[in-house]
């Protein structure tokens, strides 16, 4: 079992997105996957189920309690998220060890291949617990001037986990997102994110279906082929990252 974490502190870079079509892919791949909703504004969790009440064990619990009870969606089990946990962020603030909860509380969960975790848009308590908990993560990067600097901002996050708490999370790979292939300056940025020491997995097209298969639970018939074969190339990417190859 490995954890990975989808992470950015930039909003709307489709952090969700990549997480959804993911899991369905993995999923359809015979994996067993547990989805952790770590945001607040719950948009995994909305796309998943479209409803959930707000009494029901989530992620909340997880880090609060220090465990809960997964919900089953067919193939794909979740934890699920609702605004509660913005609540957890201030009761973090007063707890022992807070940033290594998500880290204990995930640990029990060893029957799956693989937990797969959205986070909010910031740097917050949520996202380090996130990092901490995870072995590797995954960063989606919007192909746009501005992404490179806020890039800069999580390789630093991670350097500074590693000194003090000597745990490794790994960069898996960088997934450029809302390409447009006749816009240059997203060619441009694309180069400029070639010329980091991570893997770049191919960019991930600009594409109205993505918006589609949001709104129907990451409905896989909603992209097309060319989507569809670019998120399979990050599905197998993760299973060799599982196998260790
Ligand atoms: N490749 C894409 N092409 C077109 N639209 C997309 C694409 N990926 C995501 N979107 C849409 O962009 C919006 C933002 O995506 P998403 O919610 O996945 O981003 P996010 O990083 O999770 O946002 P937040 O930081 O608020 O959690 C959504 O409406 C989603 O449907
Ligand atoms: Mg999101």
Same mark, same amino acid.
């Given at each position: 079992?490995?954890?990975? #974490?989808?992470?950015?502190?930039?909003?709307?870079?489709? $952090?969700?997105?990549?997480?959804?079509?993911?899991?369905?892919?993995?999923?359809? *791949?015979?994996l067993k996957v547990l989805a952790v909703d770590l945001d607040p504004q719950a948009n995994l969790t909305l796309c998943l189920t479209q409803n959930i009440s707000e009494d029901i064990p989530q992620s909340y619990h997880l880090? @609060?309690?220090g465990s809960s009870q997964p919900i089953s969606?067919?193939?794909?089990?979740?934890?699920?998220?609702?605004?509660?946990? #913005?609540?957890?962020? /201030?009761?973090?603030? #007063?707890?022992?060890? *807070? +940033? =290594?909860r998500l880290k204990r509380a995930l640990s029990t969960f060893?029957? &799956?291949?693989? !937990?797969?975790?959205?986070?909010?848009?910031?740097?917050? !308590? =949520?996202? @380090?617990n996130a990092l901490i908990a995870s072995d590797g993560v995954l960063?989606?990067?919007?192909?746009? /001037? /501005? #992404?490179?600097?806020?890039?800069?901002?999580?390789f630093m996050v991670l350097q500074e986990?590693?000194? &003090?708490?000597?745990? $490794?999370?790994?960069?898996?790979?960088?997934?450029p997102t809302f390409y447009e292939k006749h816009v240059a300056l997203h060619n441009k940025v694309l180069e400029e994110l070639q010329k980091l020491p991570y893997k770049v997995l191919p960019p @991930?097209? $600009? *594409?109205?279906?993505?918006? &589609?298969?949001? !709104?129907? *639970?990451?409905?896989?018939?909603?992209?097309?082929? +060319?989507?569809?074969?670019?998120?399979?190339t990050y599905a197998e990417e993760v299973i060799k990252w599982l196998r260790g190859t």
């Open positions: 079992m490995k954890t990975l #974490s989808v992470v950015n502190h930039k909003g709307g870079v489709g $952090k969700t997105t990549l997480t959804v079509v993911l899991l369905h892919l993995l999923a359809e *791949r015979g880090l @609060i309690k969606l067919g193939n794909i089990d979740l934890i699920p998220s609702s605004l509660l946990l #913005s609540q957890a962020e /201030f009761e973090l603030v #007063s707890m022992h060890a *807070r +940033e =290594l060893n029957s &799956y291949d693989l !937990i797969l975790v959205d986070t909010p848009p910031n740097l917050g !308590i =949520l996202t @380090i960063i989606p990067v919007e192909t746009q /001037f /501005f #992404s490179l600097s806020g890039l800069k901002h999580i986990l590693e000194e &003090y708490t000597g745990i $490794k999370t790994q960069v898996v790979a960088l997934a @991930i097209p $600009k *594409r109205v279906g993505f918006q &589609y298969a949001s !709104i129907n *639970r990451g409905d896989l018939k909603q992209l097309d082929q +060319e989507a569809l074969k670019i998120l399979s």
